[in-house]
């Protein structure tokens, strides 16, 4: 069993920052109707949640979604975390922030390219240690913070600042475009996976 989630990850925010940046979205979130006001959804393994709104489905993109469909708790991290897909974790590769150029972690065949992950690996350690998280770069041996890297196919981004909706359709364009806007225009990503 278990459940399909999306995130939206603030690349930008800090530590600091976090906490009054969430409670401003979340403020947002429940007067536009998305959210209901008070935690009470418990989230997979992360207590409590807000629960859907009245107008949750005016954020989403329910093609495709049989009916009835009734979305899970938005759970709200504020602490440096690595946001993963769960059991569809596996990107084929990074790109470089420097360069522009991808790394790939796996063959045409699909195989596990030797050493290609160790990097992110190690500066993903690094991330949950609290420390810097820099990733040198094959093609171009620059040295980048682990948070700059893109292009992982939506199975990690790292921030100290995420918004996880739990059995949510797909959310729209707009809506992810004005989340942003709402994050002071930081840079973020959506991860998506099943727990």
Do not use: N
């Not at 930008?12 to 209901?36: F, K, M, N, Q, S």
């Not at 590769?93 to 790939?104: F, L, N, T, V």
């Not at 949510?168 to 942003?180: G, Q």
Request: charged residues 25%.
């Amino acid at each position: 069993m278990g459940d399909y989630f999306q995130t939206v990850v603030d690349r930008d925010a800090t530590e600091a920052e976090a906490a009054p940046l969430a409670a401003r979205v979340v403020a947002w979130l429940v007067a536009e109707g998305v959210i209901g006001p008070d935690r009470t959804e418990p989230a997979l393994g992360r207590g409590p949640g807000y629960p859907p709104g009245p107008r949750v489905r005016e954020v989403v993109d329910s093609s495709g979604w049989g009916e009835p469909w009734q979305g899970g708790p938005l759970h709200v991290d504020v602490t440096r975390t690595v946001f993963d897909a769960g059991q569809y974790a596996d990107p084929s590769s990074a790109r470089c922030p420097r360069c522009e150029r991808d790394i790939a972690f796996h063959d045409r065949a699909l195989q596990g390219i030797p050493g290609a992950w160790d990097p992110f690996s190690e500066a993903i350690e690094d991330w949950e240690a609290g420390v810097d998280a820099l990733v040198r770069c094959a093609h171009c041996d620059a040295s980048s913070p682990l948070v700059d890297w893109t292009g992982m196919g939506h199975c990690f981004a790292f921030g100290a600042l995420g918004f996880t909706f739990w059995g949510w359709p797909d959310l729209t364009r707009s809506f992810l475009a004005e989340f942003d806007r709402r994050l002071d225009g930081h840079r973020t990503a959506v991860v998506s996976g099943k727990i």
